[in-house]
């Protein structure tokens, strides 16, 4: 826990990224968890994993960007990558934070600038996802998505299971028909608003999918917890929910031995890529999950290897 707590804090460290970043065994490690640094290592990996019968959401890497300028040009990557995604009929969304496009500056121009993408990728037939940051984001994240898919079906957003309002969060946007990743939850957060403890974060994820699955919306279930996923099967089972109403979702690197379990069983599987030059927050985060990853790089920053 003090590990976790640590990792989180330091992916929030302007001093630390350069340091880690410039590192060739860090960059090494990280690749486990990055696609790589361009759009074309990120195409390349969702291909792939087409091939192999799973969809991917690609994750152009960044967070907290400050200026406008910035928040614009990050909208034009994003319009050309669906253009993209179009053109070579790639099976993939995108997934994206709003403080890339300017949450931080100004929540009207960051409204603007999503709305924007997310009506070129609804007339492309495709989806933005709108990932979920730091409890600092949740209200406007959610706030923002209701405004959008009032206006564009092709948007949806995350709920993690480690907050208590959650539940409450999952009904409002389920009346408005919106698309919802369940997640576990990635940042350090307070024991006054997400449950500190595992065993309460799983049960209300479960508790959470038995909402989501029969509301007859398309969601995602995003983790790698075996037991989370062995409930989700059990539950879609006992309720026929079709194996085409949802689909399961996982991180790319992450598991891939249950990634392939889940496709070789017929169950639908989208596996989030991330990628681009910005990778160390994500990278601390996959860290902080799991202490196997910690020691791994630790073993590979020693001398001699
Ligand atoms: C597709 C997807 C999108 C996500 N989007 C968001 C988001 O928008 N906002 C957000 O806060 N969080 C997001 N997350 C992260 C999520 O909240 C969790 O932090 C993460 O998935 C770990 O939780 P878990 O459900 O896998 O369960 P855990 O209980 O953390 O892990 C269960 C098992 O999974 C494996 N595992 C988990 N993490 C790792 C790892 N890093 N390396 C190796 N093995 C691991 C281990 O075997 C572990 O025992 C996303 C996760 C996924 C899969």
């Given at each position: 826990m003090v590990t976790r707590a640590l990792l989180l804090k330091l992916s929030e460290?302007?001093?630390l990224a350069p340091f880690i970043m410039s590192?060739?065994?860090?960059?090494?490690?990280?690749?486990r968890f990055v696609a790589g640094e361009t759009l074309?290592?990120?195409f390349e990996a969702a291909r792939i994993l087409n091939k192999a019968g799973l969809s991917a959401?690609?994750?152009?890497?960044?967070?907290?960007?400050?200026?406008?300028?910035?928040?614009r040009s990050t909208v034009d990557g994003y319009l050309a990558t669906f253009d993209r995604i179009a053109r070579q009929?790639?099976?993939?969304?995108?997934?994206?934070?709003?403080?890339?496009?300017?949450l931080d500056l100004n929540e009207t121009l960051c409204e603007e600038l999503v709305g924007k993408i997310v009506e070129h990728a609804t007339s492309l037939g495709n989806f933005v996802r709108i990932d979920m940051e730091g409890s600092a984001y949740t209200q406007q994240t959610v706030e923002l998505t209701k405004r959008v898919r009032a206006k564009y079906a092709g948007v949806g957003t995350v709920m993690q299971a480690y907050l208590y309002r959650a539940e409450q969060d999952v009904q409002?946007?389920?009346?408005?028909?919106c698309r919802l990743r369940l997640c576990k939850g990635a940042y350090k957060e307070p024991p006054d608003i997400a449950f500190p403890n595992k065993a309460d974060v799983d049960a209300n994820y479960v508790k959470l999918m038995k909402i989501l699955l029969p509301s007859g919306v398309y969601h995602g279930?995003?983790?790698?917890?075996p037991a989370m996923i062995q409930a989700t099967k059990d539950f879609v089972r006992e309720k026929n929910v079709g194996r085409d109403q949802f689909e399961f979702q996982m991180l790319y690197g992450i598991r891939t031995d249950l990634q392939e379990q889940l496709v070789r069983e017929g169950y639908r599987l989208r596996i989030y890529i991330p990628f681009g030059t910005d990778w160390f927050p994500y990278f601390m985060r996959r860290l902080a999950e799991r202490p196997a990853n910690l020691m791994f790089f630790l073993r590979n920053l020693m001398p001699g290897r």
């Open positions: 460290s302007k001093r590192n060739d065994v860090s960059r090494r490690v990280a690749r074309d290592d990120a959401s690609l994750d152009q890497l960044g967070e907290n960007v400050n200026d406008e300028t910035g928040a009929r790639l099976d993939a969304n995108v997934s994206l934070k709003l403080t890339q496009l300017g409002d946007l389920l009346r408005l028909g279930i995003a983790t790698h917890d």
